[in-house]
């Protein structure tokens, strides 16, 4: 199977199980209003699907295109779809806001897109290991840390001590 038809297969799969749901309740006689909503479902789905092939295929039809890991126009893409999301709860002004990101996202992906046969790197994960300093106890700053915590823990033992004896007392 091509690789680069398995993300349009995923969004294919939504819609076809949004259809199935529309013929559901086509048979049990639900309310019109429902099955217009999960028809338009799968009318979305079906407009994602084509836009993920168009989107995943290569100008030239040289296989499919890859896109940077830390990829800045999928956070806009992202942010647009929870404000137009917003929109549809508190109100369609909220909407228009969307368009904004929308935009940047669209300017953005073009710049991302790798050079065709380019793979993304791994991306490396410090650990704690390499963070931290060789020798010592930390430093100046662990050893504010630690008096701080040491004083706040001593002065709560030393108010609860304090309660404790009055109340004994009376």
């Keep these: 199977m091509n690789p680069a038809l398995k993300p349009v297969l995923v969004v294919l799969g939504w819609a076809a199980f949004n259809a199935v749901l529309v013929l559901l309740m086509l048979v049990y006689g639900e309310n019109a209003l ?34 940077a ?3 800045q126009s999928g956070l ?47 991306t490396e994960v410090s650990t704690l290991h390499s963070q931290r300093p060789q020798g010592g106890d930390g430093g100046p700053v662990a050893k504010g840390v630690k008096a701080a915590t040491a004083t706040v823990v001593a002065a709560k033992a030393a108010g609860w001590w304090r309660r404790r004896r009055r109340s004994s007392r009376t």
């Design 69 to 71: 890991v830390a990829s």
């Design 34 to 67: 429902f099955i217009g909503m999960y028809g338009a479902a799968v009318g979305l789905a079906l407009l994602v699907a084509g836009a993920v092939f168009l989107g995943r295929r290569d100008p030239a039809g040289q296989g499919r295109r890859t896109v």
């Design 76 to 122: 806009l893409f992202a942010l647009a779809a929870v404000l137009a999301g917003a929109g549809l709860i508190f109100g369609y002004w909220l909407t228009g806001f969307a368009i904004i990101p929308l935009l940047a996202a669209l300017a953005r992906q073009r710049k991302e897109v790798l050079p065709r046969g380019a793979a993304p790197a791994a």
